[in-house]
Every structure is written in structure tokens, then in C-alpha cells.
């Protein structure tokens, strides 16, 4: 069965759970009227399953290889690379100003959920150009604006993010590539960064490489980074490309996944000219780096979205055909479709409302940039304080939905042709990069938590609470958050961190879960409107699945919450061997 | 790092958990003397890390091939099979009336357990083995026995479980394979097998396939279905070969994980004569294939201990060794091993006492195969309430600490290279084959829950309570499985189901915490006798880890488990897909 786009689905969630029509009353978002909205969701959708779709499996079995020193992509890529250019599908929440539509980021979102669950691996690539044009647009100057935005916002161009080095992973201070001033402003690049995604590639004409590095006699650290702007083709102020930077492509890894998704080591500078500009101040790196990352961050926190919802369809549509035995409870004896199997009905339910919330987290942060946009009064915080239970629970969830669809197909499962597997090895990075996990829930504990002295985080939980003063399960959740929350206040940084990773995946519940709620909620009272669609039934039980059965497994998390460190380093390193 | 064999650790719950010492007590294994008993476990470690181990990534690359019509292994896996065979590894088990040593049960789980965590695709081989010798052992002829277990026992012949069919997987009532009486005794074997692992390979002189086939005018269904000895090669009354069987290699499948075993389509008796005998009486196909099953899917949820085993000692490896960031905690600015890291340290805690715990049970339940052997009252009710409890949860904490391994490894996790991809990969199936984990629930509310109208469960939760009595969270968990346990005696067959999955995982948690509790008090009593080891230090903390943070989250499924199938039923199968 092919990919179909969820488009009821998508606008249902752009309704209730972004507001999209609020959005559209500021002169900002003017364009995002109904009709556009409803064209956008369905014209990406139609594009997303004609065009990305086809490509998945040529993308896993052929992969990005690399050629003579240039990374190829497989048969179709570049067409539809192309096709999604002209269709201005890369432009639509890119600033007006320089050539974008000027749409509002949920949208964008949308755009990126069809195109990524058509094919995951293929749609990163326009993840890392939105970060590249993100950090240009808050950091760089008008004339780096007006010569790299415009091409960048249609896609001609792409982008990437140049952090990792092989000593510096989720600690970025500890990178040592330089910026040597030519004396004109320009910098000379040297040093090699690895895990450059779409690092190189032959489906956009030039590359934007966004690269950190250290100017002489900084400060050691972070406070020493710089963030320069590197092209592949160094471009002359009339657009021309002059000549290409000294940018080699060391090799591409040999991953588990995302196979069409090259991932480059790239040796900037080693052996020739290699100029690099300044964005934004010398030693301001670690600031537009934040700003690169943060968008890409809810990005790949709906890369789980996006598996999920593959993996969902694929799962459903094999068990409605695949016939196994009889139901057990009888009375026929006659074999029938695996669906009417009670475990299997719990699994694809499990799916379905797993994907469903992991949607609403995800469409409700993004809704959250679209109002920092407007400057709506606390909701950069919003953003700051979803960003890592988006994150972590989106990917992580992803995983989860991914394996219960490899086990609905059973052996068929485990073996590539299916696609089911593909999902599972796809999506495993995302719980990794752009900051593993593990830092987001660290993230959470320190800097999210902190925010106006807990405020923010309490507040949250108290419009939950009172949303939820009917639900037992989630406002029991809510309560157990809350002293988990207050806990978290007054721990030692250990015990906070041994307990972050249990307090993010119960924050992140009892958030889905509200909005799960939400959702309910909305769904009853279009039904009570005389609504029949089987669209509104099926979200009312997976919403009623999500409260019911997995909000509660959440409470399983508080008490590992609350741990504390001192088991951890109960153990020296080398006995935790022994 | 190279792979460990964990020989303390197995000796420890050699004595403490499958109480070895009381098994050699008895004439039937009177040769497991403590001194054979540590050579053994000893020496299959040694033979584990230097002749499977590493065979591991070859095997993942290069994987098993169809060349001409036969499987060929990668290099080297023919060389480690002989000496596998030469040091009479495959025989600890095997009857010794047929060349067997006649070594406890448990001794052979230990074997496979390091050979596995080793090599996990090579030792699967063994495993089918092992299933073929049960079956012959136990419903074949004199003769048979004769003919065909002493090589089998040695490894000069391997043996393979032919089961599936296209149209016929968890649902084997539905095979089609016919076995037509050649008026001799003995049938033609006609119809086609899939997902035969090792079905074909060039390690072993001979194939010995066991194949469930239906003879003419039987009843349909199971009760109609009948096992057959089909050798590869046909086999005279002096052992030589006569003529190979007409049985044809179609394809061998392209698989997420597990390269090096070939997964076969075979064509049994397509175009020419394919001769096999009837195992145990005609229309006992189903009864003689649970004995070859049920010991095999132990060794399946063992699959899950090697894997936990590979995957947590690499982890540990590369947390001791990769540099990142200073603790957040301070004082110190300089960098440190990740593994000081409280997050990093609670996913290599929770890998380690997951680990131990499957172990346990995994070896409990062999104890028990032993016990029955002994003829021991209640041993093999024991064996069949902990069969589907090891199966599911030995597999699926199996994945869970292979993923965890790929997170503490970062981006590297995620190239293949590093080698946790690969053991991700392998592990997924162990949760598919052999009766799917939803089988193996519905096989725990159905048939176990049932004997002794609820007794064998009952007390097993009651001998736990007694233990526990100190122990707020396991008497506590303990206490929600007795009351699930109660709800399911009385439950509808689909609410039981509905539940089935959660329950079992109840089950599995409250078995592995009593069992790593034993190991807590076990190990306090020898440091409390003076023994200062490391390994008794890492063994209380992973314990205590187990019972304080990984037992109360089993409560979660409470909920789930009685949660009935109403709401899964709510939607019909298409409007799921709404």
C-alpha cells in the first residue's frame, strides 16, 4: 500500500491544537487564510506521497554513495529535489523579505511531516537548510540576507550545520577548527567536521555550509566559538559563483539508516583556500548556533511524527489483510484478518494514538514559534520548555511505534522487502542527533527549569490540571509532575540529572496527554454537531486509548525520577564493569 | 574491546539461582561435579571470545550466501563449527545413551550463552539443533534415535524446524505441505517452507530437517498435521548416504540483522523424490513439535541475554573510554569519561541489572527443564508458566539494552562500524520467531493461567510474597500480579487477551525482581563472609537498582492489563484506518 498523507488529520490538529486561525488574524500570518491552509495541507500531501514516497526504498537500497569525490544521490532524487524547489514547497514559512511566503512555521511543519513520513531520510535535507537560514536571518548581516536567503528559501541552494568534530560531540567547547583572518574580513576554514549531513550532494547548486570555529587567541571553550558561513561556491556579490572552496568530502558513513541521508566527513581548508564570513560577532557562535539548532531540534522531533505515522499505515493496512487463525473467543472457527486479534488491536491502537500525540506536542510547539513570532507574551518560554519533551518523546516514541510495527508483521517484519524494518533502522538517529536525548531531558532539568525561578513549568502543569479536573488519570499525572517538579527545584545537580531522563518522559505524557484531551474534546463537540465522519470516531477512541491506558504507565517514572544519584556512583567506573 | 565471556556472573547464578549443586546430587547429572561445572563454563567462555566472537562482524557484512543453489557461509564460520563440534560443545546436553555428555540442561544454556553474546547469528544454528534432537528424543524410534542422534548430538549434523509456510505462520493449523505413503513406511515430502533458519549451510555433513506435513483424508486444522524426518541427504541403515533428497534452496531472505543465518525458502519434493519418516505417530505432529519448541523458545528469550550481554560490556567499554564535557556538577571544569556522566551511568545501570535479571530467569527456567528431567513435583508446571515470561521478556529487555547501548555511544551508535547497530538489529527478531511475544501472552492467559485452575501461578506469586515481605516495591508488584491474575481467571477470552501482553510483562518483572533479590541476599551473605570481590559490589548495586528503580515501573501495565478489550473494539477495522 502507498503512503497517504494525513491531511484530515493534519488540519484537524492545525485547528485545535495550533489555532491556525488566530494565527491568521495577525497581519504577519494574513496569507495563512483557511482556503490556503486547506490547499497547503493537501497540495504537500499529494507531493509528499507522488514524489518522496516512490523514493524511500531506492534511497535505503541504493543510499547517497560517494563518487570521485562527490556524493551522488540515487535515480529520482534529483528530479524531485527539483520538482520540490518549483513547487516552492522549501519557501513557505521563509521570510518574505527574501523570497519566502512568509507563512507561519506550522505550516512549515505540516509541509515537513507529509514529505518526511513519504520519506525521512530525503526530507532532512530541507531540515538542515531551515537551520542555515534561521541562524543568516537572526545573525547575519543585510548583504549575507540579501545574497544567501533568497536561494536558500527556495531550495536552490541548501544548507548544513558544521558542529561535530571527532573530540567534540555533545560537548561543542572542546572543537578546535580555525578561522584565520585574511585581513579583508574573509577568514581562512581549516579543520574537519564529521557527521555533516547532506554534507554533499548533487541536487541544489551550491551548499551553505554553516561551520563553527575559532578565531585566534579566543577564549578556550565555548566562549571562543564563532559561527562562519562557508559556501561550497564562493559567490560573488552579483550571485555568481566565483570559484569552490577547498571542501573535501573524506568519506560518507556506512549508517543504519537514513541511507539516502549522506553523512559526510568534510575537510574544510587542508590543502587550499577555504573562505569563510563572520555570522553575526566574533565568539557569538554558541548563540547562533542555539538559534540554528533550536528549530531543528522540534524538526527531528517530528521525524518521530513522521515514522510513526508510516508505520502506523503500513501496520494497520497489513493487518486488516493479512489472515491468521481464528479468533480465539469464538464462535467461528474461521480464520480471519490478524485486526480482529486482541493483541494485534492493541498494538495498531497503541500506533495510532501514540502517533496522534506525538503530532499535537509537536504542531503545538511550532505553534508556540509562530506566536514568539508575533511576540504573544510567554511564548518563547512555551517554545524554550516544549523544544526538549518534543524532542525526546517525539523520537523516542517514533522508535517505539516503528518496533510494535515491525512485530504486527511478524516475520514478514524483520525482513527488508516490507519496509517495516526500514522505519526501525531510519529513526533510531533521531533520539541522537541534534543534541542526543539525554541532553535534552539535561537541558529540561537546568535551563527549562529554571525559567522564572520554575514558574514556567508550574504554570504549564496548573492549566493542565485544570483542564484535566475530570480525567483521573491525567490529573493524577499532573499532580505526581508537579511534586516531581518541586523536587527537581531543590535537588543537587547529580540528583536532577539521575532523575531528568523519567521527569522529561513524564512531562512530556502529561502534556500529550492534555492534548490528547483537547483533541477529545473537539472531536465530541463536531460529533455533537452532527459530524458522522469514522475520522472524528477513530479520534475520539484513539484520544480515549492515549488518556486511559498510557497516561497512567507514565506514573511509572516518578519514583525513578526522584532516585537520586546516589545508587549511580555507588559504583566506581571500573567496578560497573565487573 | 573484545567480548568477555561473563563467567563470574554465570557461575554465580549457576549456585544461586538454578542450584547446580542439588541437580549433581542426583545420578541423573551426577557429573556435574563443581570442578566440570567451572570447566565448562570457563571453556566455553574462552571458546566463545576466541572462535565465535570474531566471526560477529563478518558474519553482519558479509552474511550467508545462495551461490548455485547452496547456502555458503562467511569466511572462517566452517573452521569455528568444526572446532565447535571437535570440542564437543554441542553435546553437553545431549542424551547420553547417543554420544551425549548428559550435562544438566542449565550447563547447555550457559554454552549458549556465551557463544551467542559472542555470536549470535552462528549459535542460532546450534539452537535448531538442539530442537531437533528434543523431538527425536522424545517421540522418535529406536531406530531413529540410532541413526540420527549421536551425529546430531556431536554437530557432524545440525538439524532445522520447518513450520512456516506463506499462508501459515502463528497460524500452523493452515499448512498445506503433504506427506503422501510410498507404501515402504515412509512419504513423500511435497510443499514449500518458509523462514527456515539455516535451512542450508555448508558447516554440517548432513541436515537432518524435521518437517510438519498433512498425510491424505487427515483432519483439517492441527489435528491432521503430522512430523517428519527429511535428512538431506538420505541416510542408510550403517549411517553412510545414499542419494540427497530432492530439496531445493529458492532464496535465502534479505534480513534486518542476524546475516550470518540463513533464513531459507525450501522446496521440499518439487521436482523429484523427497523421502521422509514419520517422528512419533501419525496426526502427533503438534505435540511433537511443542517439545521441539519449547526448550528452543527458552534458548530464543536466552538470544536476549547474549545480546544484553554484547551490548552492555561494549557500552561500558565506550563510556570508560570517550572524553566529554566536565561533570555538570562540578567542581572541575576538565573533561571526563562519559561514563561519569549521572545520565550515561543510569542507561549502563539499567543495561547491567536488565541483564542480570533476564539471566536469571532465563536460567531459572532452565533449572526447571532440569528438575522436570528429575521428575521433580511441579518442575514442569514451573517450566511452562516461566516459558513465555523468559521468551518475552528476555527478548524485548534484550532490544531495549541494545538500544539503550546504541544511545550511550552517540552518533557512533548509529555507524555501523561500532558494531551496537549491529546488535540492535540482531536482537529484533528474538521477539518475532519461535512464537511471537503476542503468542507467547496469549499462550500465558490461556494454557498456563489455566493449570491447576490457577494454582501454579498463584503460589509462584505467593512463594514471591513470602520473599518479599521486606521489600516494598516487589511485595507490592507482587500483590497487583495476584489481583491481574484473579481479574484474568474470571475474564472474558478477548478481555484476557486484550490484557495479555501487560500482564505478561507484570509477570516477567515480578519473577526477574525475586530473583535478583536472591541474588542481593546471596551476595550480602558472601561479602558478609569476608569476600571483597568486585563483582559482589557491582551485583548489590545492580540489584538494588533492579528492585528499587525497574520494579515499581512494572505497575504501569496494571492499568492496561485490566483495561478489557471494549475500547479496542470500538472501531471497526477500517474505520482504524480513519
Same mark, same amino acid.
Given at each position: 500500500?502507498?503512503?497517504?498523507?494525513?491531511?484530515?488529520?493534519?488540519?484537524?490538529?492545525?485547528?485545535?491544537?495550533?489555532?491556525?486561525?488566530?494565527?491568521?488574524?495577525?497581519?504577519?500570518?494574513?496569507?495563512? %487564510?483557511?482556503?490556503?491552509?486547506?490547499?497547503?495541507?493537501?497540495?504537500?500531501?499529494?507531493?509528499?506521497?507522488?514524489?518522496?514516497?516512490?523514493?524511500?526504498?531506492?534511497?535505503?537500497?541504493?543510499?547517497?554513495?560517494?563518487?570521485?569525490?562527490?556524493?551522488?544521490?540515487?535515480?529520482?532524487?534529483?528530479?524531485?529535489?527539483?520538482?520540490?524547489?518549483?513547487?516552492?514547497?522549501?519557501?513557505?514559512?521563509?521570510?518574505?523579505?527574501?523570497?519566502?511566503?512568509?507563512?507561519?512555521?506550522?505550516?512549515?511543519?505540516?509541509?515537513?511531516?507529509?514529505?518526511?513520513?513519504?520519506?525521512?531520510?530525503?526530507?532532512?535535507?530541507?531540515?538542515?537548510?531551515?537551520?542555515?537560514?534561521?541562524?543568516?536571518?537572526?545573525?547575519?548581516?543585510?548583504?549575507?540576507?540579501?545574497?544567501?536567503?533568497?536561494?536558500?528559501? %527556495?531550495?536552490?541552494?541548501?544548507?548544513?550545520?558544521?558542529?561535530?568534530?571527532?573530540?567534540?560531540?555533545?560537548?561543542?567547547?572542546?572543537?578546535?577548527?580555525?578561522?584565520?583572518?585574511?585581513?579583508?574580513?574573509?577568514?581562512?576554514?581549516?579543520?574537519?567536521?564529521?557527521?555533516?549531513?547532506?554534507?554533499?550532494?548533487?541536487?541544489?547548486?551550491?551548499?551553505?555550509?554553516?561551520?563553527?570555529?575559532?578565531?585566534?587567541?579566543?577564549?578556550?571553550?565555548?566562549?571562543?566559538?564563532?559561527?562562519?558561513?562557508?559556501?561550497?561556491?564562493?559567490?560573488?556579490?552579483?550571485?555568481?559563483?566565483?570559484?569552490?572552496?577547498?571542501?573535501?568530502?573524506?568519506?560518507?558513513?556506512?549508517?543504519?539508516?537514513?541511507?539516502?541521508?549522506?553523512?559526510?566527513?568534510?575537510?574544510?581548508?587542508?590543502?587550499?583556500?577555504?573562505?569563510?564570513?563572520?555570522?553575526?560577532?566574533?565568539?557569538?557562535?554558541?548563540?547562533?548556533?542555539?538559534?540554528?539548532?533550536?528549530?531543528?531540534?522540534?524538526?527531528?522531533?517530528?521525524?518521530?511524527?513522521?515514522?510513526?505515522?508510516?508505520?502506523?499505515?503500513?501496520?494497520?493496512?497489513?493487518?486488516?489483510?493479512?489472515?491468521?487463525?481464528?479468533?480465539?473467543?469464538?464462535?467461528?472457527?474461521?480464520?480471519?484478518?490478524?485486526?480482529?486479534?486482541?493483541?494485534?488491536?492493541?498494538?495498531?491502537?497503541?500506533?495510532?494514538?501514540?502517533?496522534?500525540?506525538?503530532?499535537?506536542?509537536? @504542531?503545538?510547539?511550532?505553534?508556540?514559534?509562530?506566536?514568539?513570532?508575533?511576540?504573544?507574551?510567554?511564548?518563547?518560554?512555551?517554545?524554550?520548555?516544549?523544544?526538549?519533551?518534543?524532542?525526546?518523546?517525539? %523520537?523516542?516514541?517514533?522508535?517505539?511505534?516503528?518496533?510494535?510495527?515491525?512485530?504486527?508483521?511478524?516475520?514478514?517484519?524483520?525482513?527488508?522487502?516490507?519496509?517495516?524494518?526500514?522505519?526501525?533502522?531510519?529513526?533510531?538517529?533521531?533520539?541522537?542527533?541534534?543534541?542526543?536525548?539525554?541532553?535534552?531531558?539535561?537541558?529540561?532539568?537546568?535551563?527549562?527549569?529554571?525559567?522564572?525561578?520554575?514558574?514556567?513549568?508550574?504554570?504549564?502543569?496548573?492549566?493542565?490540571?485544570?483542564?484535566?479536573?475530570?480525567?483521573?488519570?491525567?490529573?493524577?499525572?499532573?499532580?505526581?509532575?508537579?511534586?516531581?517538579?518541586?523536587?527537581?527545584?531543590?535537588?543537587?545537580?547529580?540528583?536532577?540529572?539521575?532523575?531528568?531522563?523519567? @521527569?522529561?518522559?513524564?512531562?512530556?505524557?502529561?502534556?500529550?496527554?492534555?492534548?490528547?484531551?483537547?483533541?477529545?474534546?473537539?472531536?465530541?463537540?463536531?460529533?455533537?454537531?452532527?459530524?458522522?465522519?469514522?475520522?472524528?470516531?477513530?479520534?475520539?477512541?484513539?484520544?480515549?486509548?492515549?488518556?486511559?491506558?498510557?497516561?497512567?504507565?507514565?506514573?511509572?517514572?516518578?519514583?525513578?525520577?526522584?532516585?537520586?544519584?546516589?545508587?549511580?556512583?555507588?559504583?566506581?567506573?571500573?567496578?560497573?564493569?565487573?
Amino acid at each position: 500500500m502507498a503512503f497517504s498523507a494525513p491531511v484530515t488529520e493534519q488540519a484537524f490538529v492545525l485547528k485545535h491544537i495550533v489555532g491556525i486561525e488566530a494565527l491568521s488574524q495577525h497581519d504577519r500570518f494574513a496569507d495563512a %487564510t483557511p482556503d490556503m491552509v486547506q490547499a497547503i495541507v493537501e497540495g504537500i500531501g499529494a507531493f509528499a506521497e507522488g514524489e518522496f514516497a516512490p523514493l524511500n526504498r531506492i534511497g535505503d537500497t541504493v543510499g547517497a554513495r560517494l563518487k570521485d569525490g562527490k556524493v551522488v544521490m540515487p535515480e529520482g532524487f534529483v528530479a524531485a529535489y527539483k520538482a520540490y524547489v518549483a513547487n516552492g514547497w522549501g519557501s513557505i514559512n521563509a521570510p518574505s523579505a527574501f523570497g519566502g511566503q512568509g507563512l507561519p512555521f506550522s505550516m512549515a511543519t505540516v509541509a515537513l511531516d507529509s514529505l518526511g513520513a513519504a520519506n525521512m531520510a530525503f526530507a532532512l535535507c530541507p531540515i538542515l537548510s531551515v537551520g542555515a537560514i534561521e541562524a543568516i536571518n537572526h545573525h547575519g548581516s543585510d548583504r549575507q540576507k540579501q545574497l544567501f536567503l533568497p536561494k536558500l528559501s %527556495t531550495g536552490e541552494w541548501s544548507g548544513t550545520m558544521n558542529l561535530t568534530e571527532p573530540q567534540a560531540g555533545s560537548d561543542v567547547g572542546a572543537l578546535k577548527s580555525t578561522a584565520t583572518p585574511r585581513g579583508d574580513g574573509t577568514y581562512q576554514i581549516k579543520g574537519t567536521k564529521i557527521y555533516i549531513s547532506f554534507g554533499d550532494h548533487d541536487m541544489a547548486e551550491n551548499i551553505v555550509h554553516l561551520v563553527l570555529a575559532r578565531t585566534p587567541d579566543g577564549p578556550a571553550g565555548t566562549k571562543g566559538i564563532s559561527l562562519f558561513l562557508v559556501p561550497k561556491y564562493q559567490v560573488a556579490e552579483d550571485g555568481s559563483f566565483t570559484k569552490a572552496n577547498d571542501i573535501k568530502v573524506v568519506s560518507i558513513e556506512h549508517k543504519m539508516g537514513i541511507n539516502a541521508s549522506p553523512t559526510c566527513v568534510l575537510a574544510f581548508g587542508e590543502e587550499g583556500e577555504c573562505i569563510g564570513e563572520l555570522i553575526g560577532p566574533e565568539f557569538g557562535g554558541m548563540r547562533a548556533m542555539f538559534t540554528m539548532m533550536n528549530n531543528a531540534r522540534l524538526n527531528v522531533g517530528l521525524q518521530g511524527v513522521q515514522i510513526a505515522e508510516a508505520a502506523t499505515q503500513k501496520a494497520i493496512w497489513f493487518a486488516r489483510e493479512r489472515v491468521q487463525s481464528a479468533k480465539a473467543s469464538g464462535p467461528s472457527r474461521e480464520s480471519v484478518a490478524i485486526v480482529e486479534h486482541p493483541d494485534v488491536r492493541r498494538m495498531l491502537l497503541r500506533m495510532k494514538a501514540g502517533t496522534q500525540a506525538i503530532r499535537a506536542l509537536l @504542531y503545538l510547539a511550532s505553534g508556540y514559534v509562530d506566536r514568539a513570532t508575533l511576540g504573544e507574551a510567554g511564548a518563547q518560554e512555551m517554545v524554550d520548555l516544549l523544544t526538549p519533551l518534543a524532542k525526546t518523546y517525539g %523520537t523516542d516514541m517514533g522508535s517505539e511505534i516503528a518496533s510494535l510495527g515491525i512485530q504486527v508483521h511478524g516475520g514478514m517484519g524483520f525482513v527488508e522487502e516490507t519496509g517495516a524494518a526500514q522505519f526501525y533502522r531510519d529513526i533510531r538517529i533521531a533520539a541522537i542527533y541534534e543534541g542526543t536525548n539525554g541532553i535534552q531531558a539535561a537541558d529540561l532539568v537546568g535551563r527549562k527549569l529554571a525559567m522564572q525561578g520554575g514558574d514556567v513549568i508550574r504554570n504549564h502543569l496548573a492549566a493542565i490540571s485544570q483542564d484535566a479536573s475530570d480525567q483521573p488519570g491525567l490529573s493524577a499525572l499532573s499532580a505526581a509532575c508537579a511534586e516531581v517538579t518541586e523536587y527537581m527545584l531543590s535537588a543537587s545537580v547529580d540528583d536532577r540529572l539521575a532523575g531528568s531522563y523519567a @521527569y522529561t518522559n513524564m512531562m512530556s505524557v502529561v502534556t500529550a496527554g492534555w492534548l490528547m484531551l483537547k483533541q477529545l474534546q473537539a472531536a465530541q463537540t463536531e460529533i455533537d454537531a452532527g459530524d458522522t465522519s469514522p475520522f472524528l470516531k477513530a479520534k475520539i477512541v484513539a484520544c480515549r486509548y492515549y488518556l486511559d491506558v498510557m497516561v497512567p504507565e507514565a506514573f511509572a517514572f516518578k519514583g525513578s525520577a526522584m532516585a537520586g544519584a546516589d545508587l549511580l556512583y555507588a559504583l566506581d567506573a571500573e567496578d560497573l564493569a565487573a
